[in-house]
């Protein structure tokens, strides 16, 4: 049939996440008008960005802290005291839908974004259903949830048991009498360990390098900064970004030093191939596994713009405080120092502010 005429708008905002959330918080706060001159389009079914999709044994404050979003308190909820009994997926799907709501924010959903045109001084957003959008300038805030990141070893094609990545584990159930081999050093892997227990025949947990265990009850503010300020530098220099447990190591936590004690959290190298019913190691040992568990993170999901050229020659983006230092018209919210609920907050105000700055920079 005809191709439909795009809509035109001054933004799109492509994820609503806490990222895509708070820059359309405070693009409305600076005076645009949600649904006319800015357009947030999300894939999901539903809100929650990608808290939706984690699995169920996930509770608010077991990993990190959640932050809220600006503006969240005048709706007299937080995430400090949401439930720490129910899943957070459903907390959270529950406070930025009423977040939504309450702001009149007008997420498109399910709206997937599948590729972009360069119009030259325009993008042309084009999406899955054959809508499109022509924009001004384009935030991406498209997180990491949808491209986990699965490192490859000899033999995995051979494995005949299950392997999944952090973003398809739904409960540990599944696996219920199972050998299971969870691979990698971070929270997820090690949450993973401790709802396993208990519950499969036996785990056995490797990493690549050694756990580094910071000997605190919660994340410092201070192993957090120089994390995040490893991170910013990679963006800037177009790098590649670090892994974040790298920068900041794992805290030995109530929950995480019982785990030590009981023999649960005790890590081995890993393994240098997988066979058919299991893992060989390097030292010749092989372990029997019935699933192996991809706990190995995730890369910043940006197929969609592959057309506009933006990666490096060091397999990364150079952005700095959210804006493509290679094309003026697109921004990044959520993206390296940015990826945490508290950084993708600063995030919306500081892209919110170039955004407004570029559109009057535009104005003829
Ligand atoms: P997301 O929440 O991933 O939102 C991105 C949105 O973009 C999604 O809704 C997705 O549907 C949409 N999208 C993607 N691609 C497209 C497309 N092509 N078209 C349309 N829509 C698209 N951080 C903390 O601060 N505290 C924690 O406790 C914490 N726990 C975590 C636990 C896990 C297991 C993981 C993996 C991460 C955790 N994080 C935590 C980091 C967390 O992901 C971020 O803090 C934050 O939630 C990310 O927000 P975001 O908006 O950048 O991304």
Redesign the pocket.
Known sequence: GEALEPIRTRVVV?????????VAYYLQRLGLVPGVDFVV????PST????????RA?R????????DLPGMADLGISFETGDRTAP?RDV?SDYYDRYERYYGLEVQ??????GVDDLGTRILVR??DGASYETELLVN??????SPFRPWYPGADTFAGRQLT??EYEDARDFTGQDVVVVGGG??AI?FLLELDGVAARTIWVTRRPVDWVDQQELGTALAISAVAEQDEAARAGKALPSIVSGTGVPISRRNRAGIERGVLVERGMFVSLEHDGVRFADGTFEHADAVIWAT??RP?L??LASLGLRTGEGGLAVARGASQTDPRVFF???GP???????NR?GRVIARQVLLALSARRP
């Not at 929650?48 to 699995?55: H, T, V």
């Not at 608010?60 to 932050?67: D, E, I, P, Q, S």
């Open positions: 492509i994820g609503a996440g806490q990222a895509g959330l708070s389009l999300d894939r999901g929650g960005g990608a808290w939706q999709f984690r699995w996930l608010l404050g077991t990993a990190h802290k959640v932050n957070a959270v959903r399910p709206v997937e974004v599948t999406t899955r805030a498209t997180g990491t949830w949808g952090t973003a929270t997820s949450g993170g995730f999901e197929r969609h919210a959520g993206y940015q990826a945490s609920t508290i950084g993708a995030a």
